[in-house]
C-alpha cells in the first residue's frame, strides 16, 4: 500500500481509502447490511494497509457506521483513521449538533472522530451552517479533542467551492472527481486550488458510481490498442492518484476480491508517474465516452418550468447518462426520478415553449419523444 503526507494531517494516510456507504445486504434479505461480512471486508482492508475509512451518519439507513464501529474492536481503532460527517438536515442549533456528534461517537465506539465532515455542502449550506454556529462548533470540539480535522464534503458549482474553502480554516476537503468529472463540481480547478492552499484532497465518486468500472465498446478499444494492459477501473484509479495534491481515494467494496484488486491497484500507483502517452490516452478515452453524448443539453434550466410539466434537462441527463455508460434505464437515478415524480415527455404538450427559450437552440420536443421511446425501450 502507498501512503501520502500533508502537512495539515499528522500521520500519512492510505491512498486506497474504503468507503463504508455500499455493503450489501445477507442473501435473507432481512437487513440492509450483512454485519458479519462487513466486519470482514474491512478488517481485509485494514490489514493489507489500508488506514483511512470513510462513513456518515445517514450512510445504510444510519447503520454504517455502527457496523465500523464493531469492525474496529479488538485493536484495529489504533491502526486507522475514521472519517465521518454531520449532515445539516438532522441538525438546527448547537445542541443538536452536540448530541449527534456524541451519538456518532457511541455507534463508532471511539473518543475522537479523525476526519469531521459537513456532509455534501454547497455555499447556501455552508451559510446555513455558520447560522447556526457550525464554525464554532468545529472549533470547540477540536479543542476537546473529540475531532482532530475540520472538513466538509462537497457537491456544488466550482464558485460555491471557491468561497467556501477560502471562507474557513480548513484541514480537508472531500471532493467528487474523476477523468468525466474534470469541468463538473469542483473539477480540476477545485483540486488544483486546494493544493494551493494545501488542503489534501479526499476523492469521492472515483468510478463514477461503478459507471467507469466497465468501459463500452468503443472505450474498450481504446484501452485494448494500449501496449500496457490495464483494467477499466485500474485506469481510473491510476489516473486519479497521478495528482500529488489527492490524498485518498474512496472505493466502496461488497466482495473480498474487490478488496483485493484494489490493494494491487494502490501499490503501484503514484503522484506523477504517467506518462504523456498514457495521459493522451485517458484524454482520448474521455473524447470517445463524450462521444455517445445523445443531446448537447448543458442543463442551463432555460427551458424551465414546462407547462406541462416536463423535467426537460433531467430526461437529456437520464439519456446522455444511459448512452454515455451503457446504463440500463431502470438503474438509471434521472429516469427513476422522471416517473416517480410524473414529470416525463408524455406530459409535452408539443407548445414550443422550451425550443423559443432554449440558448442551444435545440430541437426539443422531438428530442424528448426520441429520448423517451429509446428509454422505454432499451434500444439506446
Same mark, same amino acid.
Given at each position: 500500500?502507498?501512503?501520502?503526507?500533508?502537512?495539515?494531517?499528522?500521520?500519512?494516510?492510505?491512498?486506497?481509502?474504503?468507503?463504508?456507504?455500499?455493503?450489501?445486504?445477507?442473501?435473507?434479505?432481512?437487513?440492509?447490511?450483512?454485519?458479519?461480512?462487513?466486519?470482514?471486508?474491512?478488517?481485509?482492508?485494514?490489514?493489507?494497509?489500508?488506514?483511512?475509512?470513510?462513513?456518515?451518519?445517514?450512510?445504510?439507513?444510519?447503520?454504517?457506521?455502527?457496523?465500523?464501529?464493531?469492525?474496529?474492536?479488538?485493536?484495529?481503532?489504533?491502526?486507522?483513521?475514521?472519517?465521518? +460527517?454531520?449532515?445539516? @438536515?438532522?441538525?438546527?442549533?448547537?445542541?443538536? &449538533? %452536540?448530541? !449527534? #456528534?456524541?451519538?456518532? *461517537? =457511541? /455507534?463508532?465506539?471511539?473518543?475522537?472522530?479523525?476526519?469531521?465532515?459537513?456532509?455534501?455542502?454547497?455555499?447556501?449550506?455552508?451559510?446555513?451552517?455558520?447560522?447556526?454556529?457550525?464554525?464554532?462548533?468545529?472549533?470547540?470540539?477540536?479543542?476537546?479533542?473529540?475531532?482532530?480535522?475540520?472538513?466538509?464534503?462537497?457537491?456544488?458549482?466550482?464558485?460555491?467551492?471557491?468561497?467556501?474553502?477560502?471562507?474557513?480554516?480548513?484541514?480537508?476537503?472531500?471532493?467528487?472527481?474523476?477523468?468525466?468529472?474534470?469541468?463538473?463540481?469542483?473539477?480540476?480547478?477545485?483540486? +488544483?486550488?486546494?493544493? @494551493?492552499?494545501?488542503?489534501?484532497?479526499?476523492? &469521492? %465518486?472515483? !468510478? #463514477?458510481?461503478?459507471? *467507469? =468500472? /466497465?468501459?463500452?465498446?468503443?472505450?474498450?478499444?481504446?484501452?485494448?490498442?494500449?501496449?500496457?494492459?490495464?483494467?477499466?477501473?485500474?485506469?481510473?484509479?491510476?489516473?486519479?492518484?497521478?495528482?500529488?495534491?489527492?490524498?485518498?481515494?474512496?472505493?466502496?467494496?461488497?466482495?473480498?476480491?474487490?478488496?483485493?484488486?484494489?490493494?494491487?491497484?494502490?501499490?503501484?500507483?503514484?503522484?506523477?508517474?504517467?506518462?504523456?502517452?498514457?495521459?493522451?490516452?485517458?484524454?482520448?478515452?474521455?473524447?470517445?465516452?463524450?462521444?455517445?453524448?445523445?443531446?448537447?443539453?448543458?442543463?442551463?434550466?432555460?427551458?424551465?418550468?414546462?407547462?406541462?410539466?416536463?423535467?426537460?434537462?433531467?430526461?437529456?441527463?437520464?439519456?446522455?447518462?444511459?448512452?454515455?455508460?451503457?446504463?440500463?434505464?431502470?438503474?438509471?437515478?434521472?429516469?427513476?426520478?422522471?416517473?416517480?415524480?410524473?414529470?416525463?415527455?408524455?406530459?409535452?404538450?408539443?407548445?414550443?415553449?422550451?425550443?423559443?427559450?432554449?440558448?442551444?437552440?435545440?430541437?426539443?420536443?422531438?428530442?424528448?419523444?426520441?429520448?423517451?421511446?429509446?428509454?422505454?425501450?432499451?434500444?439506446?
Amino acid at each position: 500500500m502507498k501512503y501520502r503526507k500533508f502537512a495539515k494531517i499528522e500521520k500519512p494516510a492510505s491512498i486506497f481509502g474504503l468507503g463504508c456507504m455500499r455493503f450489501n445486504g445477507p442473501a435473507s434479505g432481512d437487513s440492509i447490511i450483512d454485519e458479519e461480512k462487513a466486519v470482514k471486508l474491512i478488517r481485509q482492508a485494514i490489514d493489507g494497509g489500508v488506514t483511512y475509512l470513510d462513513t456518515a451518519y445517514v450512510y445504510l439507513d444510519k447503520t454504517s457506521e455502527i457496523v465500523l464501529g464493531k469492525a474496529l474492536l479488538d485493536g484495529y481503532r489504533e491502526k486507522v483513521t475514521i472519517a465521518t +460527517k454531520m449532515p445539516l @438536515e438532522h441538525v438546527h442549533n448547537y445542541e443538536e &449538533m %452536540e448530541a !449527534l #456528534l456524541n451519538s456518532e *461517537l =457511541a /455507534k463508532l465506539q471511539t473518543d475522537y472522530i479523525d476526519f469531521y465532515l459537513m456532509h455534501g455542502i454547497d455555499r447556501k449550506k455552508w451559510e446555513q451552517f455558520k447560522a447556526i454556529g457550525a464554525d464554532r462548533f468545529f472549533e470547540d470540539k477540536k479543542k476537546e479533542g473529540k475531532i482532530r480535522y475540520k472538513c466538509f464534503s462537497f457537491h456544488g458549482s466550482y464558485e460555491d467551492f471557491e468561497y467556501i474553502i477560502k471562507d474557513y480554516d480548513w484541514d480537508m476537503v472531500q471532493i467528487q472527481y474523476n477523468f468525466m468529472d474534470i469541468d463538473h463540481q469542483a473539477g480540476t480547478k477545485g483540486l +488544483k486550488l486546494a493544493g @494551493e492552499l494545501g488542503i489534501p484532497v479526499v476523492i &469521492m %465518486e472515483g !468510478l #463514477l458510481g461503478g459507471k *467507469l =468500472a /466497465k468501459a463500452p465498446e468503443n472505450v474498450q478499444a481504446l484501452y485494448d490498442a494500449f501496449p500496457v494492459k490495464r483494467t477499466p477501473v485500474e485506469w481510473a484509479f491510476r489516473w486519479l492518484a497521478n495528482n500529488p495534491e489527492i490524498m485518498t481515494v474512496l472505493s466502496g467494496c461488497n466482495e473480498p476480491e474487490q478488496i483485493e484488486e484494489n490493494l494491487r491497484i494502490f501499490d503501484t500507483v503514484g503522484a506523477n508517474i504517467m506518462s504523456g502517452e498514457e495521459l493522451d490516452l485517458m484524454s482520448e478515452v474521455r473524447n470517445a465516452y463524450n462521444a455517445r453524448t445523445k443531446i448537447g443539453c448543458t442543463g442551463c434550466k432555460y427551458c424551465m418550468p414546462c407547462p406541462g410539466g416536463v423535467d426537460i434537462p433531467r430526461v437529456f441527463a437520464a439519456w446522455n447518462e444511459c448512452s454515455l455508460y451503457c446504463d440500463d434505464p431502470e438503474s438509471n437515478w434521472n429516469y427513476q426520478e422522471l416517473i416517480r415524480l410524473g414529470m416525463t415527455p408524455k406530459n409535452c404538450l408539443q407548445c414550443g415553449e422550451c425550443m423559443k427559450a432554449c440558448p442551444q437552440h435545440l430541437e426539443i420536443i422531438d428530442s424528448l419523444q426520441l429520448a423517451w421511446k429509446q428509454m422505454t425501450e432499451g434500444t439506446i
